[in-house]
């Protein structure tokens, strides 16, 4: 079993930044894909990025490339994801997730945390 909870999330200006945190419980951190995700009010959860258990391989949506970061500290078993140049459709509530190193790293994920609101005024 793992549980995840997120952080991080706030209020902030068109343009700006925000680091989110996501914090596991559970021996498997380390061996497993970590992911972000992302609801709109109406719309469905997108994926966002993805990092391997290792950290060594990325994976961004279309959407955020370029903006966003994420890396993960196994030590402290922790997943992060750095915003920048944040829009107002960047607005959602962003969930961290926790899967298997196998298959795809853009669905199919086994573990969620409760969310988080990162809302972008303009």
């Known amino acids: 079993q793992v549980q995840l909870v997120e952080s991080g999330g706030g209020l902030v200006q068109a343009g700006g930044s925000l680091r989110l945190s996501c914090a596991a419980s559970?021996?498997?951190?380390?061996?497993?894909?970590m992911g972000w995700f992302r609801q709109a009010p109406g719309k469905e959860r997108d994926f966002v990025a993805a990092?391997?258990?290792?950290?060594?391989?990325?994976y961004y949506a279309n959407s955020v490339k370029g903006r966003s970061t994420i890396s993960r500290d196994n030590a402290k078993n922790t997943v992060y994801l750095q915003m920048n140049v944040l829009k107002s459709e960047d607005t959602a509530v962003y969930y961290c997730?926790?899967?298997?190193?196998?298959?795809?790293?853009?669905?199919?994920?086994?573990?969620w945390g409760q969310g988080t609101q990162v809302t972008v005024s303009s």
């Open positions: 990092i391997s258990a290792g950290g060594s391989s990325t």
């Open positions: 997730a926790a899967k298997s190193s196998t298959g795809t790293v853009y669905s199919q994920y086994d573990y």
């Open positions: 559970g021996r498997t951190f380390s061996s497993s894909v």
